[in-house]
């Protein structure tokens, strides 16, 4: 593992209980393509490991779970197999047999959105906020499969006020929705909650979870299966003028210019 970017505590919480903590503060724990990397490889060994029955994201420093992807690793590979690589470590996180959960404090927009609702749970403090506002940063697309999760968990209306129109959305909307299991005060309010949580999770029967799991993701796999064409919409989106001039307008800390076509 990258011990500065993640931090893996096996201990903290309890037996049986993963604590991952995506640790870059000084950029909102955006994630790096090493970040997902250990990511990926830590669902490798949840998947076939009975010992684990909980497994808790979070973030450092108190202003965000997650502020969406590190945009320079954009630049330094096939945009759409890069997409498509993330895609895949968020079907194997949704699929593990562990219930897993996301203790939000801050932000939690783009790539870290799309972690949030591949975990089973959610929990925030009542300052954190939600969405993806990539039409007026970045001028990309999400994969289909990340859009419907977005529904499935924010519901169809939020979900295209986050998209359309570029809006963030309060934990309070959140909770309303159901997309939150949780909505508390403050970070020390959400370890408590994370912890009342975890206790009643750790003592309940893991056969039951694990054959809830598999067929809530059974349910999931025939709802919110991507389109045939999705390469190629995707293609041409990152191959376009608009995904160059926001990663452009992004990297000088600029206003995105984007064409009107």
């Avoid at 490889?41 to 909980?54: N, T, Y």
């Avoid at 219930?99 to 801050?106: F, L, N, R, W």
């Avoid at 959105?113 to 039409?135: E, K, M, N, Q, W």
Wanted: with cysteine; charged share 25%; aromatic share 6%.
């Amino acid at each position: 593992m990258t011990e500065q970017e993640l931090i893996v505590d096996r201990d903290r919480l309890g037996p049986g209980v993963v604590e991952v903590t995506f640790n870059r503060p000084h950029r909102r724990n955006a994630f790096t393509r090493a970040m997902y990397g250990d990511l990926r490889a830590m669902c490798e060994e949840l998947r076939d490991d009975r010992s684990v029955g909980v497994l808790v994201l979070r973030g450092a420093g108190g202003q965000a779970f997650a502020a969406g992807n590190e945009i320079s690793d954009f630049l330094d590979s096939d945009a759409v197999a890069y997409e498509t690589w993330i895609r895949e470590l968020l079907e194997m996180l949704f699929a593990l047999p562990q219930v897993t959960i996301a203790a939000i404090d801050g932000v939690c927009v783009g790539g870290g959105l799309a972690v949030a609702t591949h975990c089973d749970l959610r929990i925030a403090t009542a300052d954190s906020r939600f969405g993806y506002p990539i039409a007026r940063t970045l001028g990309n697309a999400l994969s289909a499969s990340i859009v419907y999760r977005c529904v499935a968990t924010f519901g169809e209306p939020l979900t295209r006020e986050m998209l359309l129109a570029s809006r963030l959305v309060g934990a309070d909307r959140a909770h309303g929705v159901g997309a939150l299991v949780s909505c508390v005060a403050d970070a020390a309010a959400l370890d408590t909650e994370l912890a009342a949580l975890v206790d009643g999770i750790s003592h309940a029967s893991r056969v039951t979870l694990r054959v809830t799991k598999h067929q809530l993701h059974q349910r999931a796999l025939l709802t919110e299966a991507s389109p045939d064409d999705e390469a190629a919409v995707l293609t041409e989106v990152y191959n376009g003028a608009d995904f160059k001039e926001g990663v452009r307008a992004f990297l000088a800390k600029e206003k995105p210019a984007f064409g009107r076509d």
